[in-house]
């Protein structure tokens, strides 16, 4: 519903037939195509980021969907505060997993214990740029929430619109699916060691968030017995040893 907006799609130095045939169809004039060699994920967002001509940035992920209303919606929350960096909003999982992630809190210590904000947020590109974008190095994941968490540390604040505005495909090959067990402990200890100051400070609210999480999931594992298929989202799932998370990044308090 919202059409003052550019569409900038980042080639990331496919080598895919299929997706090159795609992007060579693409209308210029409804759609710009920038290529680069492959660098990852967070590079290809800094590059559409530099590129870009409005001052509100979204970044798309190729498999999933914006709902028709969300940039209206957003556009209008960051409006109406100035003082807003972030907006984003609720999610609907389609493919071959359907669940709805719900959070209703991007601050901390909520952002430190699961990211609260999806990777598609609209977020001020002053604001970006002032933080020199996604840091680059976190190839294998979580760069978007190392993003947000450098946000809030610096004092920006953002706002979570309590309704499904973003529908995130699950597939077999989904990165999300790699990011769980020791490879998400992995990645939450490279957390913890980037910002360990706000980590340290936090460290007994979160500690309690986790220990009401596992008295959750174990009500809803003891309520699910009897459901054929049930499975618990992502976001329900916590790290697999906390403590251990901590302790390996070598935390001081």
């Known amino acids: 519903s919202f059409r003052d ?3 900038l799609i980042v080639d990331d130095g496919s080598s895919d037939p299929e997706t090159l045939a795609a992007l060579a169809r693409v209308d210029p004039a409804r759609a710009r195509v920038l290529r680069t060699p492959n660098r990852g994920l967070p590079a290809a967002r800094n590059h559409g ?7 509100l940035l979204c970044c798309l992920d190729a498999d999933d969907r914006l709902h028709a209303e969300w940039l209206e919606k957003a556009v209008a929350a960051l409006d109406a505060d100035p003082g807003l960096a972030f907006v984003s909003h609720w999610l609907r999982a389609f493919g071959d997993e359907e669940w709805d992630w719900t959070p209703r ?3 901390f210590p909520a952002l430190l214990d699961v990211n609260t904000v999806n990777g598609a947020a609209l977020v001020r590109r002053a604001v970006w740029e002032a933080v020199g974008g996604q840091d680059e190095t976190l190839r294998e994941g979580c760069e978007d929430w190392d993003f947000w968490i450098g946000l809030v540390e610096r004092g920006h604040r953002g706002a979570i619109l309590p309704e499904v505005l973003f529908h995130y495909r699950r597939r077999p090959g989904s990165m999300s699916r790699a990011l769980v067990g020791e490879e998400h402990l992995r ?26 999480q596992a008295r959750e999931i174990d009500e809803r594992r003891e309520n699910a017995t009897y459901l054929p298929g049930f499975s618990l989202p992502p976001t329900l799932r916590p790290t697999s040893d906390f403590g251990t998370a901590l302790a390996g990044a070598s935390l001081v308090l």
């Open 105 to 107: 809190d991007c601050g």
């Open 187 to 212: 990645l939450y200890q490279r957390l913890v060691e980037r910002h360990p100051e706000s980590f340290a400070r936090h460290l007994p609210a979160l500690w309690a968030r986790r220990e009401e």
């Open 49 to 55: 980021a530099r590129h870009a001509a409005g001052e």
């Open 5 to 7: 907006f550019e569409v």
